[in-house]
């Protein structure tokens, strides 16, 4: 069993920046980033092999994501910048204990309770 507790969401104006943090209780093999907006299906946004460091990022985020890990203190982070009000979501922390990460959410093992991330034109 994995806990997953994210933290860092909070409010900003459309260009500023902020820092998503989920700290992971135990071993974790595959990271991810999801969101969510009001009346949307839940949708990935970013993913890292925590043995490798290997990251892949949907589309729209490319350029001003970065997902990152630190392994020795089993955190994951998603560095957000020039951020847009369409980034307005909850922000939730997945983990894939094997396999491909993937896209499908159906498919990660673990989840966070999230964080929202408003930004504001």
């Known amino acids: 069993q994995v806990q997953l507790v994210e933290s860092g969401g909070g409010s900003v104006q459309a260009g500023g920046s902020l820092r998503l943090s989920c700290a992971a209780s135990g071993y974790t093999y595959c990271m991810g980033w999801f969101r969510q907006a009001p009346g949307k299906e839940r949708e990935w946004v970013a993913d890292?092999?925590?043995?490798?460091?290997?990251?892949y990022y949907t589309d729209s985020v490319k350029g001003r994501f970065t997902i990152s890990r630190d392994n020795a203190k089993n955190t994951v982070y998603l560095q957000m910048n020039s951020l847009k009000p369409e980034d307005t979501a909850m922000y939730y922390c997945?983990?894939?204990?094997?396999?491909?990460?993937?896209?499908?959410?159906?498919?990660?093992?673990?989840w966070g309770r999230g964080t929202q991330v408003t930004v504001s034109s």
């Open positions: 997945a983990e894939r204990s094997s396999g491909f990460c993937g896209t499908t959410s159906a498919l990660w093992n673990y």
């Open positions: 890292i092999y925590t043995a490798t460091g290997y990251t």
